[in-house]
């Protein structure tokens, strides 16, 4: 490997200056890391990466996460710079830029794809949206983890498709955050030989100096969760990043941890070391003086030197066209001899389902005693996963508990070779690490596959961050979360879930189905199942419920909507029962006992509120008619936002404390969730309207 030639430092110079130049234009942004951190970028794009810039979509490409998103200006100047295309997965070679000379100048104004910081899907080359810290990280270990297993399933002799390496920088704030410590274990222990984590070492974060507050060893930490660990003294020292990177690409049986000692804000004469300056633009008159020192015409702004597009075209641009045509010949071979395999590959690129996916689902006859969600999902799961060979997934050690292990013969563990199991596993052991598991399940979403992730719902809030960016990335990945309720008895307050199912209603994007027997279970699977572009909640009972005879009442395809009238009134219905999940039954027993008494009642099952308020006027107005006032609604969990539903007189059966711990049967009592007590708060319903109604009818003029 040559040395750094004049051209190389005219363009990191290049990446620094446009980088500084954007953030001084926006008045916004963080300049210091671009400064410090383009050599270190620089020399593993121009060099090492195995990226074709005509094609960011490329299915093996490696990637680069740049976990510390607030550091998005200088990928942006680098995309520019290395040509990066705008295509659209699965059309290649458009011919507009990715980012743009304008994009840059209008760095985090409406409309430019320079965002506030990268935002996947926005931006072409921006592998996953970052900016809360940690996340990035945990995103790499995903995609490193999905390049082990696509290999391991579809590489055969001669035809390496799938081999692709997954690097991500990062700084002291993503060293620091929880859920890297998480990935970065998982990530050892998996023996991941194809992950490179680049720890932009300046020991600066934004209160001052890294002595305030972190302190230790990372080497010896990073050495003891099971990594090579490479230091580079120097970021201005392209000879030593080079070392480093070939370190990496030599060690095959471990993740390696490169830490690049730099100097933030390197050649401003900017004081990083304040709270004031950190992140903050350099102000006009620093600018200057920083383009002097790289001996700049501090005049020029958006400046390309002749020959620096050039540069990164013959090195990145050259090195990563021919990689992608030998990979295009290879597939193309694979394609004739193994065509079944290249099918499945198209298909995963696509994000479908294989055709056929639902031949195998289960049906499940009425049965008064029912089983609980958790064991009728994982009974489909199975049913769904022997079909499709990329639905794969685990749970944060409680797979036992929320019913998804894959259990058919073939579906194995996934674990590090040499061990038991192999990279081609299909049931992932994510560990205790709640948090990283939901990252890392991004990030097999982010390369084609169909994760899913599971514990209990309450430790959906140890998630949560990383749901969060599933929505807003858009991807089709399954959370199942069991345990549901206050019904989970004896593990009382701290384990029965209130206010998540709220929580994750306000998510936007997300799709959160509660499903009230095992007939829905499988209704809520299709749904998932044909999910493209959004993320999904399976909110699923311990306790069991009851199988509805769906011969007497509606059928469960109705799910589809969001909610649906499962059993009504013969004539007009004078007040409405409207559940979800395991309070569905509840409401369904009251509507029988009311039946009897002449009261003409309606149940509606209300699985989704996302997918009922996507419904037209129209239908919801038939489901929910807003003449009937008298509205009852049950669900074993907080009330907030059930007044939607309710409307200005209905009554809210909820759970607004923290539970109980007790058997379930007297918790659920303590809570008011008998049919008794919905029979009682229907009739109070009825009570209040026929009042109301008599009030309107005497009120004077
Ligand atoms: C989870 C999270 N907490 C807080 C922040 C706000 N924040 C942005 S950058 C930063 C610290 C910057 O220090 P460092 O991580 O060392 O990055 P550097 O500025 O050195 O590039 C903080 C606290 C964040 N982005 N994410
Ligand atoms: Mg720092």
């Known amino acids: 490997m040559s040395t750094a030639s004049g051209m190389d430092i005219l363009c990191i110079d290049t990446m620094r200056m446009l980088a500084i130049d954007a953030v001084q234009r926006a008045k916004s ?13 620089y020399c593993l794009w121009q060099r090492y990466l195995r990226y074709a810039p005509q094609d960011p979509h490329w299915i093996n490409r490696d990637r680069f996460v740049l976990s510390n ?3 998005s200006a200088m990928l942006y100047a680098l995309l520019h710079l290395a040509g990066v295309k705008a295509a659209s997965p699965g059309s290649p070679g458009a011919e507009h830029a990715a980012v743009t000379m304008d994009d840059l100048e209008n760095f985090r104004q409406a409309g430019s794809r320079c965002t ?3 935002e996947y899907g926005t931006t072409a080359g921006v592998e996953a949206t970052t900016g809360p810290l940690g996340q990035g990280v945990a995103n790499s270990v995903g995609m490193a983890i999905a390049s082990r297993w696509l290999g391991a399933t579809f590489n055969r002799p001669e035809f390496p498709i799938f081999d692709f390496n997954v690097y991500a920088l990062c700084s002291d704030g993503d060293m620091m955050e929880g ?3 998480e990935a970065a274990s998982l990530a050892g222990h998996l023996k991941l030989g194809n992950l490179c984590w680049i720890y932009d070492d300046n020991r600066i974060t934004i209160e001052g100096s890294t002595d305030l507050a972190f302190t230790e060893d990372a080497a010896a930490r990073f ?5 090579s660990v490479t230091q580079v003294s120097d970021a201005n020292d392209l000879d030593a990043l080079a070392r480093a990177y070939e370190t990496f690409a030599t060690t095959r049986d471990r993740p390696s941890l490169i830490i690049v000692h730099s100097h933030i804000g390197y050649g401003s004469p900017h004081k990083h070391d304040t709270a004031e300056a950190h992140g903050e633009p350099l102000g006009v008159d620093e600018v200057r003086l920083t383009k002097e020192f790289f001996g700049w015409d501090p005049d020029a702004e958006f400046n390309v030197p002749d020959g620096v597009r050039d540069h990164f075209a013959r090195e990145l641009g050259a090195r990563g066209e021919k990689a992608l045509r030998e990979w295009q010949a290879r597939f193309a071979a694979y394609r004739q001899v193994h065509p079944g395999l290249a099918a499945q ?3 995963l690129e696509r994000r479908e389902p294989p055709p056929g996916w639902d031949a195998k689902l289960p049906a499940f006859p009425g049965d008064a005693k029912g089983l609980a969600t958790r064991e009728s999902s994982g009974k489909v799961l199975n049913a769904i996963a022997a079909q499709v060979p990329w639905l794969l997934g685990g749970a944060a050690d409680l797979a036992p508990s929320t019913k998804t292990k894959l259990a058919f013969d073939s579906a194995g563990d996934f674990e590090a070779r040499d061990r038991e199991g192999s990279y081609s596993g299909r049931n992932f052991h994510f560990g205790l690490r709640e948090h990283a598991m939901a990252a890392i399940t991004n990030g097999l979403a982010l390369s084609g596959l169909r994760p899913f992730a599971a514990s209990f719902l309450i430790f959906s809030d140890y998630c949560r961050p990383a749901l969060r960016l599933a929505a807003m990335m858009r991807l089709p990945a399954i959370y199942i ?5 206050i019904y989970l008895g004896e593990d009382g307050p701290t384990h029965q879930p209130v206010e998540q199912l709220a929580s994750l209603r306000a998510m936007p994007g997300m799709i959160t189905l509660r499903p009230a027997d095992a007939s829905e279970v499988v209704e809520a699977w299709r749904v998932v199942m044909a999910l493209r572009d959004r993320p999904a909640c399976l909110v699923l009972t311990r306790q069991p419920v009851p199988t509805l005879d769906r011969a007497r009442y509606a059928a469960a395809s109705g799910l589809a909507r969001g909610a649906y009238v499962i059993a009504d009134a013969d004539e007009a219905p004078e007040v409405l029962l409207i559940g979800t999940g395991s309070e569905v039954a509840l409401c369904v027993e009251a509507y029988e006992e009311l039946r009897t008494e002449g009261i003409r009642a309606r149940v509606v099952s209300m699985p989704s509120w996302e997918l009922f308020q996507e419904q037209t006027p129209s239908y919801r107005e038939s489901v929910l008619p807003a003449r009937v006032a008298a509205r009852v609604t049950v669900e074993a969990a907080s009330s907030l936002g059930w007044e939607r539903y309710a409307g200005t007189h209905g009554a809210i059966l909820g759970v607004d404390a923290f539970g109980l711990s007790a058997p379930a ?4 009592e303590h809570f008011g969730f008998t049919a008794r007590h919905v029979v009682a708060a229907a009739k109070a319903q009825l009570a209040n309207d026929r009042s109301r109604t008599r009030r309107t009818v005497k009120s004077p003029a």
Do not use: E
């Open 665 to 668: 049967k007297l918790v659920a």
């Open 223 to 227: 050495l003891a969760y099971g990594w």
């Open 179 to 181: 859920i890297a410590s």
């Open 116 to 118: 506030g910081h990268p």
């Open 345 to 347: 590959i198209d298909c």
């Open 69 to 71: 998103g607030h550091a």
């Open 29 to 41: 942004g963080h300049p210091g890391t671009p400064l410090d951190a383009s050599p270190t970028v």
């Open 481 to 485: 979360f069991t345990h549901d309720s």
